[in-house]
């Protein structure tokens, strides 16, 4: 087989079956992954595949642009409301402290805590920190930072460095993608810097993806699946996706 004929190959065989490792491509048409990866190189040259870590996608499966926080709000919106419920069973004790990041369903998970169970609220995120702002039950706290207008989130080196300061019982923590073998992933940089603190500052993380993040890799990787101790998603998630990740030492909840 030419590699012109080869490469047409694999781009049709990725857009069937989605995601594809660089491994079983080598298998496939019996040749070398150092062979696939400059074929996946050309055929990323011509828009026909996205490389990701390990393998390649269809081009249409990692998003170019970063939805805004109203757009995404907008979508899945009664399984986010399971997620968040589901995910409410992993509060600390009453008086314990939280970290929130910012989200639609961490949003959500915001709306649904409980007027009797007091706690501290730690959050970056501005309509986050609106919403919970003068309940009595909670303490919150704001954390500082340029506020990004796409996520209404604080970021930058002061939202860091207060995180690096604090130590909580819980940090929930959303994501844009995520892979059982990759990680969690987000599309800005900076973004990407916070939710690493936001993670370093949790004694359990909790994260929270419905099924259609799965399989999707966006720019920035800020969470290895080992850093995570539950994935809270719903029920649309593959079996294998679920075992991955399990092996990777993440419990798994179904909302």
């Known amino acids: 087989m030419y590699a012109e004929e080869r490469q047409q190959a694999i781009a049709r065989l990725v857009s069937q079956r989605g995601r594809v490792s660089v491994n079983q491509l080598a298998r496939e048409y019996d040749v070398t992954t150092e062979t696939v990866r400059r074929d996946l190189s050309t055929l990323e040259r011509m828009g026909l595949v996205r490389r990701v870590h390990g393998g390649v996608v ?11 926080l109203r757009e995404r709000d907008l979508v899945n919106t009664e399984t ?47 309509p986050i920190a609106a919403r919970l702002a003068g309940q009595r039950h909670l303490d919150l706290r704001l954390l500082p930072g340029r506020v ?15 995180l690096s300061h604090l130590r909580v019982d819980v940090t929930f923590v959303g994501t844009n993608g995520v892979t059982p073998d990759h990680g969690l992933t987000t599309p800005d940089p900076d973004e990407a810097a916070v939710k690493r603190a936001l993670i370093g500052a949790g004694r359990q993380v909790v994260a929270v993806a419905d099924a259609s993040k799965f399989g999707i890799e ?29 092996k990777a030492g993440v419990e798994v909840v179904v909302a």
Request: glycine letters at 4%; charged letters at 20%.
């Open 80 to 126: 986010k409301e399971r997620i968040a419920r589901a995910a409410l069973e992993l509060l600390p004790p009453a008086n314990g402290t939280i970290v929130l990041d910012a989200g639609t369903t961490t949003s959500r998970l915001a709306s649904l805590l409980p007027l009797d169970h007091p706690l501290t609220v730690v959050t970056h995120a501005v």
């Open 148 to 162: 990004r207008r796409t996520t209404q989130a604080a970021v930058g080196a002061d939202t860091v460095e207060a």
């Open 58 to 68: 269809p081009p249409s499966s990692i998003s170019l642009i970063e939805a805004g």
């Open 218 to 246: 966006t720019a920035v990787r800020f969470a290895a699946p080992g850093e995570i101790d539950v994935l809270v998603t719903d029920s649309a998630v593959s079996t294998a996706d679920r075992r991955a990740l399990a």
